[in-house]
């Protein structure tokens, strides 16, 4: 992992995520490109049109980003920090971006579960819909800590594209992290042998790292998930969203959110 970007606009929720970006990237000798999208604004009234002329938006943008910058470099000097201002549309945008710059992980953060906070979390539920690359969501109450404990939520479903996992084991090996491949499922569910393939498969796939397998009963699969991290030390929770199937179904904006919501730990999207 070399690059990873950390969109902010300005927000606590969003200040929180970039902290984090920045601590995990002092460990990992990773560059950040902190990025900022704004719009220009349309003041519609009595009197004729009012726009706000470009050049100011992405100066004010820019001087932001900037002193946001120069702060974070005083705590991590060690970190290469860069930074990015885009016009349009967030998700969109920082989409864009990270398709065609070499960008390894999108660092994000999320609100509470309030209806108003769900809007300022729509931003990184559909960033993680459709980017391509590693979605990592904060929740805004969540702390950088060293990744000791990492599940990995699987359905046990094969993996078509192995280089998905590939994220993991690198932030395993740097911080010799314990891993949990997770599969949920229901009690009237026997694992048929396409799972006990796929399992394996798993198992093959994190032979890097330390690792157990688990099978947890339970008739929801959120829940499941939920139940489980509530009862272990857990530091990072990794889901694989799929093409096609219910772990793809999964990744619905409310679903997303709704399991981000359930948690202070932070929530790693891969993407097949």
Same mark, same amino acid.
């Given at each position: 992992? !070399?690059?990873?970007?950390?969109? /902010?606009?300005?927000? =606590? ?16 000798? /990773?560059? *950040? ?5 704004? &719009? ?10 009012? /726009? ?15 002193? @946001?910058?120069?702060?974070?470099? @005083? ?13 349009? %549309?967030?998700?969109?945008? +920082? ?14 953060? *999320? ?13 990184? #539920? ?16 969540? !702390? ?11 359905? %046990? ?10 994220? +993991? ?10 891993? /949990? ?22 198992? #093959? ?26 009862? &272990?030390?857990? =530091? ?9 199937? %219910? ?10 959110? @709704? ?11 891969? &993407?097949?």
């Amino acid at each position: 992992m !070399k690059t990873i970007l950390a969109p /902010t606009d300005f927000s =606590d929720i969003a200040n929180n995520a970039v902290e984090y970006a920045v601590a995990l990237a002092a460990k990992t000798n /990773t560059r *950040i490109i902190l990025f900022h999208c704004f &719009h220009v604004p349309v003041i519609a009234g009595d009197a004729p049109v009012v /726009t706000i002329p470009f050049d100011e938006l992405e100066k004010d943008s820019l001087e932001t980003l900037n002193l @946001k910058k120069a702060e974070l470099e @005083k705590k991590y000097p060690s970190v290469k920090i860069e930074v990015v201002s885009k016009v349009g %549309f967030a998700a969109e945008e +920082i989409n864009e971006y990270s398709q065609t710059n070499p960008v390894d992980l999108i660092v994000m953060g *999320i609100s509470g579960s309030g209806k108003i906070d769900q809007l300022l979390g729509s931003t990184a #539920t559909s960033v993680s819909q459709k980017s391509k690359t590693p979605v990592l969501i904060i929740p805004g109450s969540a !702390k950088f800590a060293e990744l000791a404990n990492v599940i990995v939520a699987f359905d %046990f479903k094969e993996i078509d594209d192995t280089n998905s996992i590939n994220i +993991i084991i690198e932030l395993a090996k740097q911080f010799k992290s314990r891993v /949990t491949a997770l599969n949920v499922r229901q009690e009237h569910q026997k694992l048929s042998l396409e799972s006990s393939l796929s399992a394996k498969q798993a198992n #093959t796939l994190l032979a890097e790292v330390p690792h157990r397998m688990v099978n947890f009963v339970d008739s929801d699969t959120i829940h499941g998930i939920d139940h489980y991290l509530k009862g &272990h030390d857990v =530091d990072l929770l990794v889901m694989i969203k799929r093409k096609h199937g %219910f772990f793809g179904q999964l990744f619905n904006s409310s679903n997303t959110r @709704k399991m981000a919501f359930h948690t202070h730990i932070p929530l790693l999207i891969l &993407h097949e």
